[in-house]
Structure formats: structure tokens, C-alpha cells
């Protein structure tokens, strides 16, 4: 058995359009252990995204096997997959996906109103994310009052705020100007320092450079992965 937090094994995902076959990754295999912060490069359709979503159990591998925290994912029913995704892992996203109206402090709870937490824990649990987000002034704020890297923020305070082990990061600074970009990158680094395992998905190498490491993709497989780095001190 792997050590590794996340372990992809061997995995292909296939879509079939019609008579045309179309693989968005090919017998990839990766490994990342606790502690890590692994940046995923490559070009648009090289499939970044597609291994984020199989580690993330929002996708289904047609071949192979994925791993996280010792439990075998692709092959959970959708009720466990859900329940184990609420404690083990966050998620977040190039476009925020922020409920437009709820403030940024009802957004970063419906996690835990999920997970069932009572009310009065709920509050301060979310308030201590968005301040370590450096938000506490901007809490009753609305989505739409809020800047692009603060919408950020929050969405990575909300990933956050059930203390999951693993955190996946799908291009989460597309859409930011760069000042706001380098902030979003120094707040990853800062949680993987402090003992978060983070994968990065990212076309921007400048961004990349931020994680312990890179792994390069193109056209569903991986050309590029350096060995492992020594996962951090917690």
C-alpha cells in the first residue's frame, strides 16, 4: 500500500463522441505525499483539469484506480464519495463559484451546514477562515461587492473551513489581474508550510514555480514528473 495521500494509478478517462474516441488522459500515474505542494502544468486540453476532477471524485476514471487518504475513491457509491469529499478534501475554482446572494461569511458555512455543525460553531469556524484569508473586514460583504482576489479568498476559505487534509486548486488565478494572482499563490504556499497538501492545476509556469514541485502534461499523459520531494516538517 502507498504512503501517498493521493495516489493515481495507472488511470485513462475516455469519452466517446459518436465513432470518435477521445482520451483526456492516458495511463497517468501520480503520487503526491503529505505535505506536498504539486503544481500540474500544461496547455489547454493536455488534462489538468480531468486529473483534478478524478482526484476530486467529481469524475470517474474508465481505467485505473484513485487514491486519497488510504480509501479507494472511483470506487465509492455517490452518497460515501459525498461524505468522504466534506472531511477529506476542498476545492476550488477558476470562477469562484460563490452563491451571488449570500455574503462572503454565509458562503464560507454552507460546508459545514452540510456536514451538519451547529450553528454557534459554524460562525466562528467561518470567521477565523476569512480572517487568516485576510477578509475579516469584508465578512457581510456580497459576492459582487467584493474584488476578483477577494472573491478568491473566499472560495478558498470555504474549501478551507472543514479543515480537509487535501486541497485542489483548478486554475484559481485565471481570472485575476497579477498582483492579485501572486497574493492567491503566497496564500497556497503559506497553507502548504503549514501542512496542507495542495495540487495545482495551472497553465502559468511563473505560478507554478510557487509548489514543491511540477508536473508537466500534454495531450492526457505525462512527459515530465520529477521524484518527490521530502514532504515537509508539520
Known sequence: MSNALIDVRNVSRV???GARTLYALRDVTVQVKQGE????IGPSGSGKSTLLNLVGGIDQPTKG?????GTRIDAMGENALAIFRRSHIGIVFQFFQLLPTLTALENVTLPMELRGDGSKNRRERAEEMLARVGL???MTQLPGELSGGEQQ??????ALVN?????LADEPTGNLDT???EGIVALLRELADAGKTILLITHEANLARAAHRSILMRDGQ???QPLAAPAPAI
Open 37 to 40: 505542494f504539486v503544481s500540474v
Open 136 to 138: 475579516a473586514a469584508r
Open 15 to 17: 469519452y466517446t463522441m
Open 179 to 181: 498582483a492579485n494572482a
Open 163 to 167: 479543515d480537509p487534509p487535501i486541497l
Open 65 to 69: 484506480e484513485v487514491w486519497v487518504d
Open 222 to 224: 505525462i512527459v515530465e
Open 153 to 158: 479568498r473566499v472560495a478558498i476559505a470555504r
